[in-house]
């Protein structure tokens, strides 16, 4: 009987073994999971400073060069042809994708091929 008990003691340690493995490998998924959704907020947030700085610097300008750029938006609303494809050509400057397979998604400092055929489409 003491043998017995043994094996049933060294199958039940596998079997909690097994169980703590699994939990690890769920863990180690979540984790990865953790970790880049922060260096994509991390990207982001660093974009949207970057965008904050820029547009703190435009209200700090003159006014006079606030009222050339109306009038040149102006002038600019009456050709609407190329405005969405300038927004779309700053977006991804600003680091995100414009293709319509990762549309909105952040790029990871690497160019897309269907974004840049889309840029370049004209």
Same mark, same amino acid.
């Given at each position: 009987?003491? &043998?017995? /008990? @043994?094996?049933?003691?060294?199958?039940?340690?596998? /079997?909690?073994?097994?169980a703590l493995y699994k939990q690890l490998g769920?863990?180690?998924v979540h984790l990865a999971q953790l @970790?880049? /959704?922060n260096n994509r907020l991390l990207v982001?947030?660093?974009? @949207? &400073?970057? &965008?904050?700085e820029q547009d703190s610097a435009s209200k700090s300008?003159?006014?006079t060069k606030q009222t050339k750029q109306r009038t040149k938006k102006k002038t600019e609303k009456q050709h609407d042809v190329?405005?969405?494809y300038d927004n779309l050509a700053r977006l991804y400057q600003e680091g995100f994708h414009?293709?319509?397979?990762?549309?909105?998604?952040?790029r990871?400092? /690497?160019?897309?091929l269907f974004c840049l055929m889309f840029l370049n489409k004209k």
């Amino acid at each position: 009987m003491e &043998r017995k /008990e @043994l094996f049933d003691v060294v199958i039940n340690m596998e /079997e909690q073994i097994g169980a703590l493995y699994k939990q690890l490998g769920e863990v180690k998924v979540h984790l990865a999971q953790l @970790l880049e /959704e922060n260096n994509r907020l991390l990207v982001e947030n660093d974009h @949207l &400073r970057n &965008r904050f700085e820029q547009d703190s610097a435009s209200k700090s300008a003159s006014t006079t060069k606030q009222t050339k750029q109306r009038t040149k938006k102006k002038t600019e609303k009456q050709h609407d042809v190329g405005e969405g494809y300038d927004n779309l050509a700053r977006l991804y400057q600003e680091g995100f994708h414009i293709c319509n397979v990762h549309f909105g998604s952040p790029r990871q400092d /690497e160019d897309c091929l269907f974004c840049l055929m889309f840029l370049n489409k004209k």
